[in-house]
């Protein structure tokens, strides 16, 4: 065999090793590499978990308001927030929020503006469907959303909401069926006369006779002349007590409303409520 024969030979062998030796280095590097990216994978994992964790405890004594943060995060209304857990839970990146949720086994609520526009749209036909009286949701639901920017801070406690006439109590004059004689205790709530109302039927009452809800809250309430915090408190009353009524089930409504102290808390559970009214169900069927 000549010298240039052996020596091509030993150049092919040479990069035949080379090569076989770069390709093993290669993928050793990279399953070295996948390894590491795994492992920041599940580092990264760990602390999600624990970050969720962590908020939840630092947020245990308000942890009954999340379901009102995440309706903030998913209105996305850039402004301060006067409950301290939905500012911190804004904070939070996307990851924790769905860990946050996931942990305390609730379900992301995804409502925009613009859906919450379009369901009071809905609720202003339903109103007018079920004959509750005048409008008091136009210009766009106007003083429904000046709770919330203007009057967010305002709490609730200074205004009493027994003040309806219990529609129960009511009686005929002299087994007139034409001669209703009202309950003027005004002691009840405006979700009883609501509910009442629309079932006068099996109450042996006649709607005909009876002040539709709305008109009620405006005589009431005086709306006409009222501070324009109580007009804001009343407004989100309303809308909040239609859906309740018109829904088809009290199960879909899980937040306790005792917990609402300000017109911030009650903005954010009245846009809960039409969400569970006029959105989940269509969700849920499209989901089936």
């Keep these: 065999m000549s010298l240039e024969i052996w020596s091509f030979l030993v150049d092919v062998s040479s990069l035949i090793v080379t090569t076989v030796l770069t390709i093993k280095i290669y993928r050793l590097e990279r399953s070295h590499e996948k390894e590491r990216e795994q492992m920041e994978v599940e580092a990264r994992k760990k602390a999600v978990v624990e970050a969720a964790r962590v908020f939840l ?9 999340l379901p009102l943060s ?6 996305n209304l850039k402004r301060k927030h006067h409950r301290a857990i939905t500012t911190k839970f804004l904070r939070c990146s996307e990851e924790v929020q769905k860990e946050i949720l996931k942990q305390v086994n609730f379900q992301p609520i995804e409502v925009s503006k613009e859906q919450v526009s379009t369901v009071l749209k809905l609720l202003r036909d339903d109103i007018k469907t079920y004959c509750f009286g005048r409008d008091v949701l136009y210009d766009g639901a106007k003083y429904f959303h000046r709770a919330m920017e203007r009057y967010s801070d305002k709490e609730i406690e200074t205004v009493n909401p027994y003040i309806f006439e219990d529609i129960k109590r009511t009686h005929f004059y002299q087994g007139d069926s034409l001669k209703l004689l009202k309950d003027t205790s005004y002691n009840g709530t405006l979700y009883g006369y609501m509910h009442d109302y629309i079932h006068s039927a099996d109450l042996g009452k006649s709607k005909w006779l009876l002040q539709p809800p709305i008109d009620m809250v405006l005589s009431q309430c005086d709306l006409a002349g009222c501070p324009e915090d109580i007009m804001t408190f009343w407004m989100m009353r309303i809308v909040i007590d239609c859906c309740r009524v018109f829904a088809e089930s009290e ?5 306790d409303e005792d917990l609402i102290k300000t017109q911030e808390d009650m903005y954010y559970y009245a846009v809960m409520v039409l969400y569970n009214t006029y959105i989940a169900k269509k969700v849920e069927d499209a989901d089936e």
């Design 70 to 75: 995440v309706i903030a995060k998913s209105l």
């Design 251 to 255: 199960e879909d409504f899980i937040f």
């Design 57 to 65: 405890i630092d947020n245990e004594d308000e942890i009954e308001y």
